[in-house]
């Protein structure tokens, strides 16, 4: 599975950003992994086909993970974003069967600075 992932960029505290990724074919769960300098990659977001999301304590309320099975895309809609958002951001699948497998896009930088 290729992940192409598009978005990202500089923005003030307090903005928006929104980020897309599109799998070369559909799958089980996809989501956003994020990792800032010195820290560990952490879960962000992800959704499932069907419909079910899971998100990291930090973004909740904040952040909204959404998917267009159609397209194969998901987006992560990104609100009131915090200097502490800064990361590189990796969009992630992951199949629904035995062997559990990931894939991963290439990162995103996702900066948030006045």
């Known amino acids: 599975v290729q992940l192409q992932a598009s978005g990202g960029g500089l923005v003030q505290p307090g903005g928006f950003l929104r980020l897309s990724c599109t799998a070369s074919?559909?799958?089980?769960?996809m989501g956003w992994y994020r990792q800032a300098p010195g820290k560990q990659r952490e879960l962000v977001a992800s959704?499932?086909?069907?419909?079910?999301?899971n998100y990291a304590d930090s973004v909740k309320g904040r952040f909204t993970i959404s998917r267009d099975n159609a397209k194969s895309t998901v987006y992560l809609q990104m609100n009131s974003l915090k200097p502490e958002d800064t990361a590189v951001y990796y969009c992630?699948?992951?199949?629904?069967?035995?062997?559990?497998?990931?894939?991963w896009g290439q990162g995103t930088q996702v900066t948030v600075s006045s």
């Open positions: 992630n699948a992951r199949n629904g069967n035995y062997p559990i497998t990931d894939y």
């Open positions: 074919r559909n799958i089980f769960r």
């Open positions: 959704i499932t086909s069907g419909g079910a999301t």
